[in-house]
């Protein structure tokens, strides 16, 4: 953790900080990607600010628009910033990330500071203390993004809250700097941790195996959507011997139960692709069938719900109840902020192949559908495609796909059923634009998928988890936030498929590492992702 350093800093984080309205605590960070503007002086919504702040749409790492600071400019040691509040208890840790950089125009020279502060505050809102990083300084290279994290100390005694603070510290002789920020998460790692809650819904434990890859069978309970009745049993879903995926809607005894899986590899950025066997359009107008991006959040309100928090993006092929609807939506959330839904007809034939996919990344969400499998695109069997710019699209944080059949407004007439033939991924598109209709060239070489490391945090040790398509050259290591070389997991070539890994929490020379967060990244060819991990001690 960093330390208090000067006298003058002190005095300016307690004044300017303090000064600042109080807010009321929440327990999930709004916005953090800065896309959507404030009101009344607010230069983005949930965002609280101070001093000299405005926005720029200049190379943002996430979305459209990102967080500027700039130096206060007062002559004396001042700070300038966003902040947020978040409801904690005492002891608990957080973890917290950003992006940061500055440029030629105004960067940071002398002893001026981009900072990310976590301010520990009791039930009045008073300061007991905190803790300040530098993010960046004058020794930081222009136009580079820092992504940076840290694990906070305990919450002290008698904490009620604890701040989020994103700035820039100027000293007095110092040139007013601008500084950039994007893509900020302020987690709390008290039980259950956010890790955790991913799983909440799906407590029988079911898994099954579907086109290479593992995903957990929802249920059995009652669960969002809907709620509904889901039944994580082989007669509602399962594999079959060709491993296409069904999932039922059906009536058991008394009960009407629905179907849900979920991958558990998180992929991040990249076109999913979904073919399906049949046909979506005589679906009952009462059911829904969803390709779908999600994360569970540490809360769930739909008051939350204006700025996306669960990351969500939708393919749907439902009638929503009303038999005249369009069969087909491609969707951003909230669906209900305008031009975040686009709805279309299509019309199919027995056992018909269809594909249906979405190309995410920084910028957009590329959705498709499709006649054919998934390397049958091209405009001549294009169904319907749309691009997606807006405001939510979701951020690269954990959000996993899930596949479900569910009850919209009461049971089906029938029993109804989605047959799946296969998923495939395909990495992000390198320069969007990309093609809509058009596939991707694959890059040469393996390719493959890094799964979150488990447990996250951890002590002792802990399992990372990696696809590979082909055979050939791996690099797999840990790294601190610095981007200094912690540890080397695996160098050399590797065998197609899964692989798995262990790291007890030790560096190259066998020394225990110090408690914080690490990147553990994965290479492969051209190719490399990269995910973070939190070691306790």
Avoid at 396 to 412: A, D, K, M, V, Y
Wanted: aromatic letters at 12%; a neutral charge; proline letters at 8%.
């Amino acid at each position: 953790m960093a330390t208090l350093r000067t006298v003058p800093i002190v005095i300016v984080l307690l004044l300017g900080l303090c000064s600042v309205r109080a807010a009321f605590a929440q327990c999930i960070l709004a916005n953090p990607s800065f896309e959507i503007a404030g009101s009344a002086g607010q230069t983005f919504a949930g965002w609280n600010q101070f001093g000299p702040v405005g926005s720029t749409t200049t190379n943002p790492t996430h979305g459209a628009v990102a967080a500027r600071v700039s130096g206060p400019n007062t002559g004396v040691w001042d700070v300038a910033g966003y902040w947020q509040p978040q409801t904690t208890t005492p002891g608990t840790r957080w973890s917290a990330s950003v992006n940061a950089w500055h440029s030629a125009a105004k960067p940071l020279l002398g002893q001026a500071q981009a900072i990310l502060n976590i301010e520990w505050r009791n039930s009045s809102g008073a300061l007991i203390n905190y803790e300040s990083h530098t993010v960046a300084n004058a020794s930081t290279p222009l136009n580079q993004v820092q992504s940076y994290s840290i694990l906070s100390q305990p919450a002290p005694a008698g904490t009620a809250t604890t701040r989020l603070v994103l700035g820039v510290l100027q000293g007095p002789t110092d040139p007013a700097p601008d500084v950039f920020f994007d893509q900020a998460t302020f987690e709390s790692q008290a039980a259950p941790t956010l890790d955790q809650k991913q799983w909440g819904d799906f407590p029988g434990g079911a898994t099954l195996a579907f086109s290479g890859r593992t995903w957990r069978v929802k249920g059995p309970g009652y669960y969002g959507p809907g709620p509904n009745l889901f039944c994580d049993t082989g007669a509602c879903t399962w594999v079959d011997a060709s491993d296409h995926l069904h999932l039922t809607v059906q009536k058991i005894g008394s009960s009407w139960y629905s179907s849900e899986v979920t991958m558990e590899d998180v992929l991040g950025y990249g076109d999913y692709i979904f073919t399906t066997i049949g046909r979506l359009d005589l679906l009952d107008p009462n059911v829904v069938f969803g390709i779908f991006l999600w994360q569970y959040g540490p809360c769930y309100d739909v008051a939350n719900g204006w700025w996306n928090p669960y990351n969500e993006i939708d393919v749907e092929y439902s009638r929503w109840g009303n038999p005249s609807n369009d069969v087909a939506q491609f969707v951003a959330q909230p669906y209900d902020y305008a031009g975040n839904i686009n709805r279309f007809a299509a019309t199919f034939s027995n056992g018909e192949r269809t594909s249906h996919a979405f190309r995410w990344s920084h910028d957009r969400v590329e959705y498709r559908s499709w006649r054919g499998g998934p390397f049958d695109e091209s405009p001549a069997t294009l169904i319907h495609a749309w691009t997606y710019t807006g405001p939510h699209i979701p951020r690269p944080e954990q959000p996993r796909i899930h596949l479900n059949l569910w009850q919209f407004s009461g049971p089906p007439i029938t029993r109804q059923e989605v047959v799946l033939e296969r998923f495939t991924y395909g990495a992000p598109c390198a320069q969007p634009p990309c093609v809509i209709g058009v596939p991707d060239a694959p890059a040469p070489g393996p390719r493959g998928g890094l799964a979150p490391a488990r447990p996250n945090p951890f002590q002792g040790s802990t399992t990372i988890r990696f696809a590979v398509d082909q055979a050939g050259p791996v690099e797999l290591a840990i790294y601190d936030v610095s981007g200094r070389l912690v540890r080397g997991l695996v160098h050399g070539a590797a065998p197609a498929g899964d692989q798995q890994v262990s790291w007890d929490g030790r560096d190259d020379a066998g020394r225990h590492a110090a408690a914080g967060v690490y990147l553990y990244r994965l290479r492969l060819g051209n190719v490399v992702q990269s995910k973070r991990v939190i070691l306790l001690r």
